[in-house]
Antibody, heavy 120, light 111 residues
Framework: EVQLVQSGAEVKKPGESLKISCKGS????????IGWVRQMPGKGLEWMGI????????RYSPPFQGQVTISADKSISTAYLQWSSLKASDTALYFC?????????????WGQGTLVTVSS | QSVLTQPPSVSGAPGQRVTISCTGS?????????VHWYQQLSGTAPKLLIY???NRPSGVPDRFSGSKSGTSASLAITGLQAEDEADYYC???????????FGTGTKVTVL
């Protein structure tokens, strides 16, 4: 069974750094793109970016380029989303997702979500 | 950021049929990219509902169906049930943005 398990909720202050994780299991982690999706409180889904753990090829949605860093450690089947300086507007629920293989450009598996709260 | 437009809400009585539209443009749906649909029940992660415009993953009831035409797509729910009350999102790829895009989301209410 394919599973994406994310790290737990975080409460941070503005200006602090943060790295959240997403561990994949039940499939070949290096063979599928892993993406991140943001959901701000009471709002819709926004695609942030995606990484191919096999070679670390990474793409970002324009609004998130330079704002976050996506990485992966294939030795432990884990993808990461990190911020160097959080803002209150980063408060949101973050999901990691697995993209289908080949031309299947949909997200067939979702993590449970990590709630990030940024408040002074 | 959403370039795919959905109605904010739709509602129907149990047993009725409801449809949700997803309107895009020539750089996404109109360019031939597939449309996919997700269901997000309250307090849970979204779940893939329809992929490749009209295909259902294993376990999704055949009450859910999808279609695509031109620069738009639709999700239909027939025989509406109480457990269908959720938020629904369409998703595609956009060549201008070189990335994936979600619809604005539609809340389905079962009356």
């Amino acid at each position: 069974e394919v599973q994406l398990v994310q790290s737990g909720a975080e409460v941070k202050k503005p200006g602090e750094s943060l790295k959240i994780s997403c561990k994949g299991s039940g499939y070949s982690f290096t063979s599928y793109w892993i993406g991140w999706v943001r959901q701000m409180p009471g709002k819709g889904l926004e695609w942030m970016g995606i990484i191919y753990p096999g070679d670390s090829d990474t793409r970002y949605s324009p609004p998130f380029q330079g704002q976050v860093t996506i990485s992966a450690d294939k030795s432990i089947s884990t993808a990461y989303l990190q911020w160097s300086s959080l803002k209150a507007s980063d408060t949101a629920l973050y999901f990691c997702v697995r993209r289908g293989d080949g031309y299947n450009d949909f997200f067939d598996s979702w993590g449970q979500g990590t709630l990030v709260t940024v408040s002074s | 950021q959403s370039v795919l437009t959905q109605p904010p809400s739709v509602s129907g009585a149990p047993g009725q049929r409801v449809t949700i539209s997803c309107t895009g443009s020539s750089s996404n749906i109109g360019a031939g990219y597939d449309v996919h649909w997700y269901q997000q029940l309250s307090g849970t992660a979204p779940k893939l509902l329809i992929y490749g415009n009209s295909n259902r993953p294993s376990g999704v009831p055949d009450r859910f169906s999808g279609s695509k035409s031109g620069t738009s797509a639709s999700l239909a729910i027939t025989g509406l049930q109480a457990e269908d009350e959720a938020d629904y999102y369409c998703q595609s790829y956009d060549s201008s943005l070189s990335g994936y895009v979600f619809g604005t989301g539609t809340k389905v209410t079962v009356l």
